[in-house]
C-alpha cells in the first residue's frame, strides 16, 4: 500500500466553508495511508474492499431510508436560528431554517440527551429490527477492514468499547452508531460527539451516475475519490467536506456511511439500569457522572 506524508500546510478555520476542486493539490484514486508529521494516520483509503453482495444487501434496506433533519446546520453550511416554543418564545435550542432540511439520519445507539434522559435505540432500528440486521454484514466487514489497516487506532476505540454494555454496539463491531447521508453536500466541519482521538470509517454506496462528492480536507489539501465499494478511515476531527455533487442521471444517489463509537456511551449503564436511573432521577441532576463506573 502507498504511504504519503499529509503535512498541514495552514490551521484555517473552515467551518461551513464549502470545498470545490482548488482546496486540494491532490486527490487519491487507491490504496493509501496518509500519515502527518509525527507519524499518526490522518487517512486511509481502500479501494474495491466491499463486494456487491454486502453493499447490495444494506441498500435494500437503505434505498427506502430518507430521513429529513434541521440538525445538521454546521455540516450544511448555514446558520441556525433560534427555534420557536409552543408559548411563543425562543428556544436556545438552534435548527436550520424552515426549507433547509437535508436528508441525514442516524442509526443504531446513542448516549442521554436532554430530551432523552437516558441511553437508548434510536428510532430506526428500534422500529425496524428485522431490517437492523441486514446491516449488519456491512459494519462487521467495516469493522473488520478497521482492524487491520488501522489495528493501533482500532484498539483504542477497542478500548472503550470494552467499558460500554454491549447492548449499545452493533452487531461484532466497535461502533455503536451509523450516519447516513443522501445526496448532502457537508460544508467543512469536524464531527462532534465521537470518540476524541478516534478515527470514523465511512463507506458509498451509488445508484445512477453523478459527478464530484470528493472528500477534502482542505488543511492538508489532500482528498480522496470514495466510490463504491471503497472505505475511508479518516481523523473527523479535522476539517473536512465534499465537493458538489453533479448529478448525470436522474436517479443519482450518493448515500454515504459512517461508522462510529459516540464517546458518552462508555458512561452508559444497561438499558434496565438506564431506566432505573432516569425514574430516579431529579431537576437539575447531571446527565453524566463521569468517571469509573
Known amino acids: 500500500?502507498?504511504?504519503?506524508?499529509?503535512?498541514?500546510?495552514?490551521?484555517?478555520?473552515?467551518?461551513?466553508?464549502?470545498?470545490?476542486?482548488?482546496?486540494?493539490?491532490?486527490?487519491?484514486?487507491?490504496?493509501?495511508?496518509?500519515?502527518?508529521?509525527?507519524?499518526?494516520?490522518?487517512?486511509?483509503?481502500?479501494?474495491?474492499?466491499i463486494s456487491r453482495e454486502i453493499n447490495g444487501a444494506a441498500w435494500s434496506v437503505l434505498n427506502k431510508y430518507n430521513p429529513k433533519?434541521?440538525?445538521?446546520?454546521?455540516?450544511?453550511?448555514?446558520?441556525?436560528?433560534?427555534?420557536k416554543k409552543t408559548d411563543g418564545?425562543?428556544?436556545?435550542?438552534?435548527?436550520?431554517?424552515?426549507?433547509?432540511?437535508?436528508?441525514?439520519?442516524?442509526?443504531?445507539?446513542?448516549e442521554r440527551t436532554l430530551r432523552i434522559p437516558y441511553a437508548h435505540a434510536c428510532a430506526w432500528n428500534e422500529q425496524n429490527p428485522d431490517k437492523f440486521q441486514r446491516l449488519l454484514p456491512l459494519v462487521e466487514?467495516?469493522?473488520?477492514?478497521?482492524?487491520?489497516?488501522?489495528?493501533?487506532?482500532?484498539?483504542?476505540?477497542?478500548?472503550?468499547?470494552?467499558k460500554t454494555p454491549p447492548e449499545y454496539l452493533i452487531g461484532d463491531s466497535v461502533f455503536t452508531t451509523l450516519t447516513v447521508n443522501k445526496n448532502f453536500r457537508t460544508s467543512c466541519h469536524k464531527d462532534?460527539?465521537?470518540?476524541?482521538?478516534?478515527?470514523?470509517?465511512?463507506?458509498?454506496?451509488?445508484?445512477?451516475?453523478?459527478?464530484?462528492?470528493?472528500l477534502a480536507l482542505p488543511n492538508y489539501r489532500i482528498a480522496a475519490d470514495v466510490q463504491m465499494g471503497d472505505l475511508i478511515m479518516f481523523d473527523p476531527h479535522e476539517f473536512?467536506?465534499?465537493?458538489?455533487?453533479?448529478?448525470?442521471?436522474?436517479?443519482?444517489?450518493?448515500?454515504?456511511?459512517?461508522?462510529?463509537?459516540?464517546?458518552?456511551?462508555?458512561?452508559?449503564?444497561?438499558?434496565?439500569?438506564?431506566l432505573k436511573r432516569v425514574q430516579n432521577r431529579k431537576a437539575g441532576d447531571p446527565l453524566f457522572d463521569k468517571g469509573p463506573k
Not at 102 to 110: E, K, P, R
Not at 245 to 264: L, N
Request: aromatic fraction near 10%; proline fraction near 4%.
Open 69 to 83: 433533519t434541521e440538525n445538521r446546520s454546521v455540516a450544511s453550511g448555514i446558520d441556525a436560528v433560534p427555534r
Open 192 to 214: 462532534a460527539g465521537d470518540l476524541e482521538g478516534g478515527i470514523s470509517c465511512m463507506s458509498v454506496i451509488r445508484k445512477g451516475a453523478y459527478k464530484g462528492a470528493i
Open 89 to 110: 418564545t425562543m428556544s436556545s435550542v438552534t435548527r436550520v431554517p424552515k426549507g433547509w432540511e437535508v436528508t441525514s439520519g442516524v442509526i443504531g445507539y446513542f
Open 240 to 274: 473536512h467536506g465534499n465537493t458538489q455533487i453533479i448529478p448525470v442521471t436522474p436517479d443519482a444517489v450518493r448515500c454515504s456511511i459512517v461508522f462510529y463509537y459516540r464517546e458518552m456511551m462508555q458512561y452508559c449503564l444497561p438499558p434496565a439500569l438506564e
Open 1 to 49: 500500500m502507498r504511504q504519503v506524508l499529509a503535512k498541514r500546510l495552514n490551521d484555517q478555520d473552515w467551518s461551513k466553508q464549502f470545498v470545490d476542486d482548488s482546496h486540494y493539490d491532490v486527490c487519491y484514486n487507491e490504496d493509501v495511508i496518509a500519515r502527518r508529521e509525527d507519524g499518526s494516520i490522518l487517512m486511509v483509503l481502500l479501494k474495491n474492499v
Open 141 to 162: 466487514r467495516v469493522n473488520k477492514l478497521f482492524k487491520q489497516h488501522c489495528p493501533e487506532k482500532w484498539r483504542f476505540q477497542k478500548s472503550f468499547v470494552d
